[in-house]
């Protein structure tokens, strides 16, 4: 026991330093967000400011006369209904096509996967350019329907890499006594494996709702007024013209955290149940 020392308080040493390599750019922006401005251009800087203020949270959900809060406030809603959208195609679709891969046989269906796998994996700067002339050939730009559309072409890959895994894990026993109860392919996966599977539904789900919710590079070059505009460009566009607002963009950031957050927290156990897979034969 006594030899196991030294190595339990590597562990601890560890577990903090990257306790406070993960929380402290949180807590750093949550400080920011309650300082006043001439707190936060100290030199040297005072880690802990003597005075706070709620003033920027008050400003961001109430000051209507505010073109960048209005404009935050529209952005939030823009993503929210971007991100439900975008998760509930996704699921639909990549769960059925995860379905198929993990049940169906058929030729090349392995390369298939990895075909999927690797178009998630493509780096958006490399695609930009053909997306955007499609789009604006469509007529679709500055409009939320083909960021749904845009987000969807990442995250369905990804739903359905982890569904087809997931998949896979259910007892065949299921399927098959639906089948001599007379249920087709569809009838099986609607009645029988989507409520087995609800765990892994909703973890997947609880994935695509962030990766849709913290997407900043298509909402940046597809989307240019207020009608489409999503939080993560909201929240940079939090400067003026010769002043950056950084106590108004960490607040900004905390509120635009906070839906996540929640979700997590709320959906934890069957987030946790989804992630440690299906039921086993």
């Not at 075909?115 to 409009?143: A, Q, R």
């Not at 997931?166 to 989507?194: M, P, V």
């Not at 007024?225 to 940079?236: C, D, F, G, P, R």
Request: charged content about 15%.
């Amino acid at each position: 026991m006594y030899k196991n020392k030294p190595f339990i308080m590597l562990q601890y040493i560890f577990a903090l330093v990257v306790t406070i390599c993960t929380l402290g750019p949180f807590i750093w922006m949550f400080i920011t967000s309650i300082a006043y401005t001439e707190d936060l251009t100290k030199v040297p800087l005072d880690w802990m400011p003597e005075r706070v203020t709620w003033q920027r949270y008050i400003d961001i959900f109430t000051d209507s006369g505010n073109e960048v809060t209005s404009t935050f406030r529209q952005a939030m809603v823009n993503t929210i209904q971007v991100a439900l959208a975008v998760t509930l195609l996704s699921l639909i679709i990549g769960g059925i096509a995860a379905y198929a891969f993990a049940r169906l046989k058929f030729k090349f269906r392995q390369n298939m996967i990895y075909v999927f796998l690797f178009t998630y994996m493509i780096p958006p700067v490399v695609i930009v350019l053909p997306l955007y002339l499609m789009v604006s050939n469509l007529n679709m730009l500055d409009s939320k329907i083909s960021l749904i559309l845009l987000n969807a072409t990442f995250i369905i890959p990804f739903v359905i890499w982890i569904m087809q895994s997931y998949f896979r894990s259910i007892s065949k026993d299921y399927e098959e006594a639906a089948a001599i109860d007379g249920c087709n392919r569809f009838q099986t996966l609607w009645h029988i494996i989507i409520p087995v599977a609800r765990s892994g539904f909703i973890a997947t789900g609880i994935l695509a709702f962030l990766m849709s919710w913290e997407e900043f590079f298509y909402a940046l070059i597809f989307t240019s007024s207020l009608e489409a505009k999503t939080i993560s460009v909201a929240i940079a566009e939090f400067s003026g013209r010769h002043l950056t607002d950084y106590g108004m963009t960490a607040a900004g950031g905390i509120v635009a955290s906070i839906p996540p957050i929640l979700i997590a927290i709320i959906f934890r156990k069957f987030l946790i149940a989804g992630l440690s897979g299906g039921v086993k034969e």
